[in-house]
């Protein structure tokens, strides 16, 4: 049994990741902040992780399906299935999407905020 689009999205949005500012003043708000973000990036992986085998048992229900001997000769009803199967992925995918720019946002916001924390040497240093 698969979870709705929609709730993998409302989880996303109770992270509160919007709400997290990323303007340190200080080391240790920087670090406090870095505690935060690398908590949000935890909790999306977890979050894309399940939508991730939602998504699988989509595809794999679709696929027995397109096995049936009826289908599997008829390419009208072939297409149709998959027609099906794209919409109804079509969700999950948008909730992919944002998850990964998410992701993509905050770890930029780690790196800065380790930089800034000195945890990490930029790699634009010369030696």
């Given at each position: 049994?698969?979870?709705?689009?929609?709730?993998?999205?409302?989880?996303?949005?109770?992270?509160?990741?919007?709400?997290?500012e990323?303007?340190?003043?200080?080391?240790?708000?920087?670090?406090?902040?870095?505690?935060?973000?690398?908590?949000?990036?935890?909790?999306?992986?977890?979050?894309r992780?399940?939508?991730?085998?939602?998504?699988?048992?989509?595809r794999?229900?679709?696929?027995?399906?397109?096995?049936?001997?009826?289908i599997r000769?008829?390419?009208?009803?072939?297409?149709?299935?998959?027609?099906?199967?794209?919409?109804?992925?079509?969700?999950?995918e948008?909730?992919?999407?944002?998850?990964?720019?998410?992701?993509?946002?905050?770890?930029?916001?780690?790196?800065f905020?380790?930089?800034?924390?000195?945890?990490?040497?930029?790699?634009?240093?010369?030696?």
């Amino acid at each position: 049994m698969v979870i709705d689009p929609r709730f993998y999205k409302e989880q996303v949005e109770e992270l509160g990741i919007e709400g997290i500012e990323i303007d340190p003043s200080s080391e240790e708000e920087a670090l406090r902040i870095l505690r935060e973000v690398e908590d949000a990036i935890r909790n999306l992986k977890r979050i894309r992780y399940n939508l991730h085998m939602d998504m699988r048992l989509i595809r794999r229900e679709y696929l027995e399906k397109m096995r049936d001997p009826d289908i599997r000769g008829d390419v009208k009803r072939r297409r149709a299935l998959m027609d099906e199967r794209d919409d109804l992925l079509g969700p999950y995918e948008g909730v992919d999407r944002i998850i990964e720019t998410l992701l993509e946002q905050l770890e930029d916001a780690s790196i800065f905020l380790r930089e800034y924390a000195g945890l990490e040497i930029a790699s634009t240093e010369e030696w």
